[in-house]
């Protein structure tokens, strides 16, 4: 007879049975329960142990059924009592085993005992995600749109993932301002909160750097965040003197898609030098965050070559805004120092904090003979700006 791979019902996830009982019960309890596979009698008590653990897995595996059970407070009764039920079950079977086995009874006993603080566990984690979800609401719907902060099943599903389609946990919250002016303010709260914070775009990466992996996350949607400008002709700063050339710049939101940009670009008889495969779907902010290239890139250089100025939010939840000095309009490996002014402003009312002036080696962006230096992650320190 073939050996059963799963034993624990509806998973149809990528975990196995043996990640499933460590995250619910413990590593001490599966090695427990593997120990007593070997000694199964008729197998009944291990089924309704993990009918239990299945039960539990597939409502925390789906938001849709959370949402169901936290707006149907008799069905999550009824559920946690039948699984209450089906261990007792499992406890007197136990019972009436003991004097056979004293010491398989012991293990049955203790994993007995396990479950029961996963079931306690699953029954505290509907009390405290309803609460959870009125102190974000109440202080988030203070910078946004209430309809702007999403606890529902779809808005969840819909970013647990990536382009990596690596899914290990599902965001608490999603949100989608409608501003710039609101993501400080919801950066700030979002912190005060203890949700772990990520940003998210067309969600095109390859990283899995939009994938949840905190329960208590909240997902930034940008999507919303389209303004695009004209392509301007603007002198860089540094260059202000009798050198200074106007050169071809254009101004977005960090949700634009990269392909409405190079549309723009074209129309004003321009090339858009950032160009990855993913330009139908990817946007601004995520070309900028990691460094995007393209075909392109061999010409023109990354995103960060090509980066006049950028505004973001800091982890502190306060405004940074980013300018290049002294601009070579070129690759910027190949200008001997490279210069960035820092401005901080506060989160809401965009009082100025400081400046600085950010100096390093251009050649330190880059790693001879491989173009993108894949062992340097955060640039030498430029904001905002990392590697794929």
Not at 13 to 41: H, K, Y
Request: glycine share 10%.
């Amino acid at each position: 007879m073939t050996q059963r791979l799963r034993e624990i019902p509806y998973n149809y996830t990528s975990f196995s049975d043996r990640e499933i009982v460590i995250r619910l019960l413990g590593q001490d309890a599966w090695q427990t329960l593997d120990a007593l596979r070997s000694e199964r009698v008729t197998g009944r008590s291990a089924r309704m142990l993990y009918e239990v653990l299945g039960d539990v897995w597939v409502v925390q595996r789906n938001p849709y059924l959370q949402d169901d059970l936290l707006g149907n407070r008799d069905r999550q009764g009824a559920l946690i009592g039948a699984l209450r039920h089906r261990l007792h079950e499992v406890e007197k079977r136990r019972e009436e085993a003991s004097a056979e086995d004293p010491e398989r009874s012991a293990k049955v006993a203790s994993l007995v005992v396990a479950a029961h603080g996963a079931v306690d566990r699953f029954a505290k984690l509907f009390e405290d995600t309803a609460e959870l979800r009125k102190r974000v609401q109440r202080e988030l719907a203070r910078h946004t749109r209430k309809d702007n902060i999403c606890f529902d099943g779809h808005a969840r599903v819909s970013h647990v993932t990536d382009a990596t389609d690596w899914r290990v946990e599902y965001p608490f919250v999603v949100l989608y301002p409608d501003t710039e002016e609101e993501m400080a303010p919801l950066v700030k709260s979002c912190i005060e909160l203890g949700l772990t914070i990520i940003p998210r775009g067309g969600g095109t990466g390859y990283t899995g750097g939009a994938v949840p992996l905190d329960a208590k996350s909240v997902v930034i949607n940008t999507e919303k965040l389209i303004s695009l400008g004209p392509v301007e002709e603007v002198v860089m700063p540094g260059l202000n003197g009798p050198m200074g050339t106007a050169y071809a710049t254009i101004r977005t939101g960090a949700g634009v898609v990269t392909e409405r940009v190079s549309e723009a670009a074209s129309a004003a008889g321009r090339v858009f030098a950032v160009d990855p495969t993913s330009a139908s779907a990817s946007c601004i902010g995520g070309n900028i965050a990691m460094n995007a290239g393209g075909k392109k890139a061999v010409l023109w250089g990354t995103a960060l070559d090509n980066l006049a100025w950028w505004k973001m939010v800091t982890p502190d939840g306060n405004w940074l805004e980013v300018e290049r000095l002294d601009h070579n309009f070129g690759k910027i490996h190949e200008q001997e120092t490279v210069h960035f002014r820092l401005k901080r402003f506060d989160a809401k009312g965009y009082k100025f904090i400081s400046e600085e002036i950010l100096s390093l080696p251009g050649a330190s962006c880059r790693k001879d003979g491989l173009g993108k230096d894949v062992t340097d992650k955060f640039l030498g320190g430029v904001p905002g700006v990392q590697k794929e």
